[in-house]
């Protein structure tokens, strides 16, 4: 470099004169040595594996959590219904029980529908009563049904054994019998005067429609 004419201090470029030393580059550009083995090609593709990692860990936790949401709604779904299940049965039993009473009250023997009523059985060998079978009990032909005031009747049904569907249709059938023929509503519980009366302050012909009021 010397030989060249440069000087030590002096830098690479155009010189104003001889004194000028420059403000160029005076040192040698540094030269990078990378320490690994690996290229640029290896770190990009470390770089996607990473990607494709987090990727589907993110995705592994979104089928969690969907699937957790499922759990939860059809257990509720499982909750609805057998409290659904619940609340038919016992509006069932209580219309019964207020069936008969205000159909003896008019001095019907018998039920205008065999279930509206509820039936007694006792052996034949008895003059016992009991209250309807139960899942233990062999009702065979030695048994005998009857209801509250002694007239004969048919096998008490099981009503725990029913699908919604039909305790549905039972319930709307005795509770719009004691709405039509007695003026009562169950889930007021009370009889109205006359009908006018029910149909202006029962506020429905269903469980909901009164739950509606007290929300």
Same mark, same amino acid.
């Given at each position: 470099m010397?030989?060249?004419g440069?000087?030590?201090g002096?830098s690479?470029?155009k010189?104003?004169?001889?004194n000028?030393l420059?403000?160029g580059?005076?040192?040698p550009?540094p030269?990078e040595v990378?320490s690994?083995?690996?290229?640029?090609g290896h770190?990009n593709e470390?770089e996607?594996?990473a990607?494709?990692r987090?990727?589907?860990e993110?995705?592994?936790?979104k089928?969690?959590a969907?699937?957790?949401?499922e759990l939860?709604?059809?257990?509720?779904?499982?909750?609805?219904?057998?409290?659904?299940?619940?609340?038919?049965?016992?509006?069932?039993l209580a219309?019964?029980k207020?069936?008969v009473?205000?159909?003896?009250?008019?001095n019907?023997?018998v039920?205008?529908?065999?279930w509206f009523w509820k039936?007694?059985?006792k052996?034949?060998?008895?003059?016992d009563?009991?209250?309807s079978?139960?899942e233990?009990d062999?009702c065979?032909? !030695?048994?005998k049904f009857? =209801?509250?005031n &002694?007239?004969?009747a048919?096998q008490e049904?099981?009503? /725990? +054994?029913l699908p919604?569907?039909?305790?549905?249709e039972r319930?709307?059938?005795i509770t719009?019998?004691l709405?039509?023929a007695?003026?009562?509503c169950?889930?007021?519980?009370?009889?109205?005067?006359?009908? !006018?009366?029910l149909?202006? =302050?029962?506020? &429905?012909?269903?469980?909901?429609?009164?739950?509606s009021i /007290? +929300?």
């Amino acid at each position: 470099m010397a030989k060249m004419g440069f000087k030590p201090g002096m830098s690479l470029g155009k010189k104003k004169d001889e004194n000028d030393l420059g403000s160029g580059i005076r040192e040698p550009l540094p030269v990078e040595v990378k320490s690994t083995r690996t290229g640029l090609g290896h770190a990009n593709e470390q770089e996607q594996q990473a990607k494709l990692r987090i990727q589907r860990e993110m995705e592994r936790m979104k089928r969690r959590a969907e699937q957790h949401v499922e759990l939860t709604e059809e257990y509720r779904k499982r909750k609805r219904g057998m409290s659904s299940t619940k609340d038919l049965i016992r509006d069932i039993l209580a219309s019964r029980k207020i069936c008969v009473e205000l159909d003896l009250r008019i001095n019907m023997e018998v039920p205008e529908v065999p279930w509206f009523w509820k039936s007694y059985y006792k052996q034949t060998n008895t003059d016992d009563f009991a209250s309807s079978c139960d899942e233990d009990d062999d009702c065979s032909e !030695e048994l005998k049904f009857y =209801y509250a005031n &002694g007239k004969e009747a048919p096998q008490e049904e099981r009503f /725990d +054994e029913l699908p919604n569907e039909i305790l549905q249709e039972r319930l709307l059938h005795i509770t719009g019998y004691l709405r039509d023929a007695h003026r009562y509503c169950i889930w007021c519980g009370c009889q109205f005067e006359n009908f !006018e009366e029910l149909e202006s =302050y029962c506020p &429905g012909q269903d469980r909901q429609a009164h739950d509606s009021i /007290d +929300e």
